[in-house]
């Protein structure tokens, strides 16, 4: 897949799917895929334009928002949440596509 097509495919709300999680790998699904009930889940919303917001969960069990922006750098997905050049979060893409991502641990 060109870096193009990627951008697309990956420009939505990517939730995690721990259940499906491997010993090496992380899978995110799509907010519109249905999940199995959960305290809560880690998500992050891919926008066109670089917008990021990545969502976890406070101690309070209350949602957390960062806003930041992302890009795809060769087979890696970074995150910038925070002032400078070195990205706050970078993962490597196994595969993707409209209804999965895969990425290494």
Known sequence: ????DMNEVLQQE????????SPT???FRPAS????PARGRKSFALRSGGKLVEAGIAPTDA???TEGSW????DRLAFYTKSGSEPSR???????DKD????KK
Request: no cysteine; charged share 40%; glycine share 2%.
């Open 63 to 65: 949602r957390t928002e």
């Open 33 to 36: 895929y249905d999940f199995p």
């Open 71 to 74: 890009k795809v750098e060769g």
């Open 100 to 103: 999965r991502l895969l990425v």
């Open 90 to 96: 970078v993962m490597e893409i196994i595969s993707v």
């Open 1 to 4: 897949m060109d870096k193009k």
């Open 14 to 21: 990517w939730v995690h799917s721990r259940e499906e999680d």
């Open 25 to 27: 790998e992380m899978v």
